[in-house]
């Protein structure tokens, strides 16, 4: 049966011979990298943020007590295959479980990759856009995976299309990293494909590090929001990547000066080998003080976590107001605690 998928293949890196730990990694968990992300990576530095995220690594087979295959309850709220629907007024709609690179901290790592949970079939994508159409409390759809830029633009036509149709689903959102690590693949056809009658679309690049955005990741973001798509962005915070302040103030203006507007800063979920990648809710708190310090507000992202087991997303940020001994008092962007008179 023809599924959605038509997207070229992409070149796994070389593994090592059975006896290497990377081979039971490459066995285990899917790998990838796309040529523009192999030629970020520097040689000589062996702590290189780009080769972090893609290039396999033993201890991704350290597997702790508290990581879960499904760590942010996807299972639990699923009601027709391909469909997530947590919230009330938005769902998602896994439409391939492929993707151009494969992160090593992915939480769905267990679900993508060619041997993953496959592609929706046509009779799948029929049964879960008439669930869809069959709530009307769904006001949005986010698009997922899987990277559904890998789609032909005649399929994402087709989806995007069929979406706008339904008349209580007035906001559709497409997630991918796609600009980034393929920006060639964003042509003029993908980014028309994009827009449906009646409904208003949003792209989410996902970008752990400023340089990720490249000369051509920047054309293929312009060649997007040109085309009156705004596009919002989501980090997730990991150790060795961009756990400082000074990477993360670097990559949240550049997106900003590529027009991205920067959405989520995510606290790393509780996938199986990724520990390793993790840090503390505190020093994630740490930095998005640092940051708002640091950074104009168009560059600030909500620190946040999927809470395990699919109850939801909860900001992490510190408070900045709390009950005093005389009263209100709010924290200033230096960290003093000051008086409010309400």
């Known amino acids: 049966m023809r599924t959605l998928l038509e997207f070229s293949a992409v070149q796994a890196p070389k593994i090592a011979t059975d006896d290497d730990p990377l081979a039971e990694v490459a066995a285990r968990y899917a790998v990838a990298i796309t040529p523009a992300m192999e030629a970020l990576i520097d040689p000589a530095d062996a702590c290189d943020p780009i080769a972090a995220q893609f290039r396999p690594d033993a201890r991704e087979l350290e597997i702790a007590p508290d ?3 499904d760590p942010i309850g996807d299972d639990a709220h699923t009601p027709v295959k391909g469909v997530v629907h947590r919230y009330p007024d938005r769902c998602l709609l896994k439409l391939v479980h492929v993707c151009p690179v494969y992160c090593r901290f992915c939480f ?11 592609t929706l079939t046509g009779g799948e994508l029929d049964a879960a856009l008439g669930y869809i159409e069959a709530q009307p409390g769904i006001w949005e759809v986010i698009l997922t995976g899987g990277d559904p830029f890998l789609l032909s633009a005649r399929r994402v036509r087709d989806i995007t ?9 007035k906001i559709i959102r497409w997630h991918t990293r796609v600009p980034v690590v393929d920006p060639l693949r964003v042509t003029p ?9 009646g409904s208003t679309t949003y792209v989410v690049l996902h970008s752990n590090h400023v340089r990720e955005l490249t000369d051509h990741a920047r ?13 919002l962005s989501q980090t997730v915070l990991l150790k060795g990547v961009n756990d400082s302040v000074e990477a993360l103030e670097a990559l949240m203006r550049g997106l900003v000066e590529a027009r991205v507007k920067p959405y989520y800063l995510h606290h790393l979920d509780k996938a199986p080998g990724t520990s390793h990648f993790r840090c503390s809710i505190g020093r994630g708190q740490e930095l998005a003080r640092e940051l708002h310090q ?3 507000g168009i560059a600030q992202p909500t620190y946040v976590l999927d809470i395990p087991g699919g109850h939801g997303k909860a900001p992490l940020a510190s408070p900045s107001v709390r009950e005093g001994e005389g009263g209100i008092e709010v924290r200033d962007r230096d960290g003093v605690w000051r008086k409010y008179e309400e």
């Open 108 to 118: 769905r790592r267990e679900m993508v990759g060619p041997d993953g949970d496959g």
């Open 189 to 197: 056809d993908l980014v028309d494909a994009l827009r449906g009658a």
């Open 161 to 169: 299309e069929r979406l706008a149709a339904i008349d209580h689903v």
């Open 294 to 296: 640091r950074a104009s």
């Open 67 to 69: 990581e879960l295959s």
């Open 219 to 231: 054309a293929a973001i312009a060649r997007i929001v040109d085309s009156g798509v705004p596009m």
